[in-house]
């Protein structure tokens, strides 16, 4: 009996040392938030696509007019000059993959229903995906975006809610997410494709919608491609721009489920694929995609 108790403790001893081992590398790797950074930057980029597109919607201009060049056919229904509401605007990169001039390849459709003009306190925009991809990356999901008018800043701002997000990887891996965010419109507001440039002389052109900033807050949950579940919390808001394909600053707080608190920051300000997780003391690298 004696030496089966010492055989018991020494396997136990063992196996506890084993997990704590496996915990220790687990609270080490960076999968939940290169995953969640991937969502943030592809729901983001959905977002531009309807922000430029809804937000020039009166001009009725080519998709030449646009960051994405003329990768996209965008249609209007009822089309403009008619101003009866709700809209129906459908976004088409058709069905191979198209390089757009900000440097990412999609396809598919992005299809939104407005249920006023885009600038218009209270508008409400409902937007599907229909087998939509981002350099191979497919997005699924509803999101809807409601203008809230200025805020006490005179920034207008949007509440921006996600249901049923997923992202499906090149190697058919799966992330899901949900979020609740408020995306402040912080600069370049006033300015468009057609504005004057009062300094060159002729019209901003591209300049007029790269200049767009935004700062997000708010929280999100998800579950990354190995299935651990994790919730989110913005701490300093995230600010992106449509001239720039990556988050370019802000910190926000992950909380995997079983594992130690993840603190990414995407830096200061500068448009690069580079940011940091913070775990334990320790920081890594990682980069966006």
Same mark, same amino acid.
């Given at each position: 009996m004696?030496k089966?108790?010492?055989?018991y403790y020494?396997?136990f001893?063992?196996?506890v040392i084993?997990?704590?081992?496996?915990?220790?590398?687990?609270?080490?790797?960076?999968t939940?938030s290169?995953?969640n950074?991937?969502?943030?930057?592809?729901?983001?980029?959905?977002?531009k696509?309807v922000?430029?597109t809804?937000?020039d919607?009166? /001009?009725?201009?080519?998709t030449?007019?646009y960051?994405?060049?003329?990768?996209?056919?965008?249609?209007?229904?009822?089309?403009?000059?008619? /101003?009866?509401?709700?809209k129906? %605007?459908?976004v088409?990169?058709g069905?191979?993959?198209?390089?757009?001039?900000?440097?990412? @390849?999609?396809k598919?459709?992005?299809?939104?229903?407005? /249920? &006023?003009r885009?600038? +218009?306190?209270g508008?409400?925009?409902s937007v599907t995906? =229909?087998?939509?991809y %981002?350099?191979?990356?497919?997005?699924e999901?509803?999101k809807t975006?409601t203008n809230n008018g200025k805020? /006490?800043d005179n920034? +207008?701002?949007?509440?921006?809610?996600?249901?049923?997000?997923?992202?499906t990887t090149?190697?058919?891996? %799966?992330?899901?997410w949900?979020?609740t965010r408020?995306?402040?419109w912080?600069?370049?507001e006033e300015t468009g494709?057609m504005t004057?440039?009062?300094?060159?002389g002729?019209i901003? &052109?591209w300049?007029?919608?790269t =200049?767009?900033v935004?700062?997000?807050? &708010?929280?999100?949950t998800?579950t @990354? +491609?190995?299935?651990?579940?994790?919730?989110?919390?913005?701490?300093?808001?995230?600010?992106v721009?449509?001239?720039c394909r990556?988050i370019q600053?802000?910190?926000l707080e992950?909380?995997p489920?079983g594992?130690?608190?993840r603190?990414i920051?995407?830096? +200061?300000g500068?448009?690069d694929? @580079?940011?940091t997780?913070?775990?334990n003391?320790?920081?890594? @690298?990682?980069?966006?995609?």
């Open positions: 004696k089966f108790s010492i055989i020494t396997i001893a063992i196996a084993f997990s704590s081992c496996k915990k220790s590398k687990l609270d080490k790797e960076t939940t290169q995953d950074s991937y969502a943030e930057n592809l729901f983001n980029d959905v977002y696509v922000d430029e809804a937000s919607e009166e /001009s009725n201009k080519t030449n007019y960051s994405f060049g003329n990768c996209a056919t965008v249609t209007v229904d009822p089309a403009w000059p008619d /101003s009866t509401f709700p129906t %605007v459908t088409d990169f069905t191979t993959n198209c390089l757009g001039t900000d440097g990412k @390849n999609r598919g459709k992005i299809i939104y229903t407005m /249920s &006023g885009y600038r +218009t306190p508008t409400q925009i995906l =229909d087998n939509y %981002v350099n191979d990356y497919k997005v999901g509803t975006i805020n /006490s920034h +207008t701002n949007f509440t921006i809610a996600i249901t049923n997000g997923k992202i090149p190697d058919n891996k %799966v992330i899901s949900e979020s408020n995306r402040e912080y600069s370049g494709y004057p440039d009062t300094v060159n002729g901003l &052109g300049n007029g919608l =200049d767009d935004y700062h997000i807050t &708010g929280s999100a998800g @990354n +491609t190995e299935g651990r579940t994790y919730t989110l919390t913005i701490t300093s808001y995230l600010q721009q449509i001239g990556w600053k802000g910190t992950i909380q489920d594992l130690s608190k603190v920051d995407y830096g +200061t500068n448009c694929n @580079n940011a997780v913070a775990i003391g320790k920081t890594y @690298n990682i980069l966006l995609k």
